[in-house]
């Protein structure tokens, strides 16, 4: 349907319904209004890395996962693959007559909160702490999600939660998030601002307050900001009973009326909940008018209506997607490869990987081997094919008659073993030991979800769990070569000496035990980034509750990490260099300017790989408030062995301004640096096998 006669038609529509039709259109459960034609619907669907609590569906690896990645273009094809299922399992349930929830189009997805601190359980569902690459990677799978007409969507994408919404989780539902002005609009609204200005169709408001105002009922986030200087044209939602908190736990109103008329009349359209049934009470008693009832009805309306579901059934461009597309070989090809992209080698003393055949007695150990939850994370699907790590390497091995594999539990993965358990098998015998340790989404997760933490599906330390690690002491002392294996959604910090190579694999998806086995054994190479720091400890981290962004992430972080952002190590290995006679086409810049960065990448190693360019930028030297760096571009391309890619990159003035104490970005004269690496310019971090970056000096005027 054209757009103006979608409006004159979704005008029809409002002008017929009575006060209580238009008000049952504003909750995620819609009942349907049978003499306007319009058929029920229930708002609420996820789809995070995968469609998700529907039933089958290919479970690809983890958002933070797929952020590790560093690769736009491939994220969005997995946003594809996604919508393709979704699609294909609207148009079954369609014809089945199920109408429910997680059977329509509008997904609440992605998470793009910036994974502030590592304790967060639900930081898994980011793309990490970096504004700038949270950005990209969310525009790609909302772009994957939406397709490429904003009049006809594919689906409906969900930028969330707005805003400044990153733990402590037991305290979501109360906490007062204290911000300044500079690290809102520095760190915490970028990503945000960037989706909407590219067109993603919802944006999900968060549970917490912000500067004393609930989050769903705050005119400052959802008029000043949202609508009035982002421009803002979509359809805004609650998280889920978000604004009874208005009255039952963050006081802020007397009355379920009074909370549904704040949050309507700050511009929440649509209620996750049971609160809004409450405004035709409301608009009675003269606390929200008919007109703003009528303006969240229309936005809801016009989403639906670009979804195609007042279309004749012949106008729908994906009818054709059914059964047969989920869950296919081709999205569990590329479930598999986005495994493969995502891993992060974080050690690798005397090249002990890849395995390849030099080692004939393999001892797998460890929770992880077997367990299939340390593939999934949260907000799954449900594979017919979960690949255990214990079942990849398996498979891997069992061709080659020369290798023995042999496998143990050794100690539990959520408390410590009775002493008379610590085994081992046959480790005198072994050649090579891997252990399979860290976390699973019984650990770390959403509130209620993790059933194995003790603070509502967050950490309260970083480090790998005592009982792990001790067990993994053990193991040590064995004085094998020792193969770590970690999986989780977030840092975990280990002793630098407990492995002689370490390899994140976050919660890889349902091919997952497949891609660690190519991985370890040299099939692939792996060339993942950490999206996220991994600090030495928790004694490094800033209390958890404070929510100014000193101490925090690599721009911002002081004191030497474990790991920084944006690290990871390859087979190969990769030195960059200028393309021409300067890294930069130009030694000076002013305001509506921008310069270009030529970069030559060289593997210089015996192996083909794919190597991640970051673009820095430094204030020369930075104040005292100021980022340490920022990341500014990425890409990630495959440079064969022993050649050399040539890659270039426009920086406009922005990428140079800085956010002021009042929240303005201006671009301030002085000196900076451009900075080419394969990680964030930290100390230590040469030390750890990066390769040396390049940067030249510019001058802002």
Known sequence: MHKEARERAITALVSKMTLEEKVSQLSYTSPAIERLGIPA??????????????????????????????????????????????RAKYNEALKQGNRGQYRG?????PNINIFRDPR???????????PYLTSRIGLAFVKGLQGDDPEQLKTAACAKHFAVHSGPENQRHTFDAQVSKKDLFETYLPAFQALVEQGVEAVMAAYNRLLGEPCCGSAYLLQNILREQWGFKGHVVSDCWAIRDFHENHRVSPSPEASAAKALNAGCDLNCGCTYPYLTVACKQGLVSEAAIDRALTRLLRTRFKLGMFDPPEQDPYRSLGRETINGEKHRALALEAAYKSMVLLKNDKRLLPLADRFKHILLLGP??????TLLGNYYGISPRLVTILEGLAEKVKGRYGINLEYRQGCLQYEA????????GDAHETDVIIGVFGLDGAMEGEEGDAIASDSNGDREAIELPPWQLAYLRKIRAEGKPLVLVLTGGSPIAVPEDIADAILFVWYPGEQGGTAVADILFGDRSPAGKLPVTFPASTAQLPPYDNYAMQGRTYRYM??????????????????FGYAGASLLSAKELRAGESVQVSVQVTNTGDRDGEAVIQVYVAKDPPGADDPIASLRKFERPFIPAGETVTRCFDLPASAFETITEEGLSVLVPGSYKVIVADAAPLPGVLEKGASPPVSAAIRVR
């Open 41 to 86: 619907y229930n708002w609420w669907n996820e789809c995070l890395h995968g469609v998700a609590r529907s039933g089958i569906a290919t479970v690809f690896p983890q958002a933070i996962a797929l952020a590790a990645t560093f690769d736009e273009g491939f994220v969005q094809e997995v946003a594809k693959a996604i919508s393709d299922e979704a």
């Open 105 to 109: 189009l509008t997904f609440w997805t």
């Open 120 to 130: 967060w359980g639900r930081g898994q569902e980011t793309y990490g702490e970096d």
């Open 368 to 373: 992880g081997a077997a367990n299939p939850h």
């Open 417 to 424: 073993n009775h002493p008379s358990h610590m085994l081992f």
């Open 558 to 575: 002081r004191e030497q990490p474990l790991y920084p952002f944006g690290f990871g190590l390859s087979y190969t290995s990769f030195r």
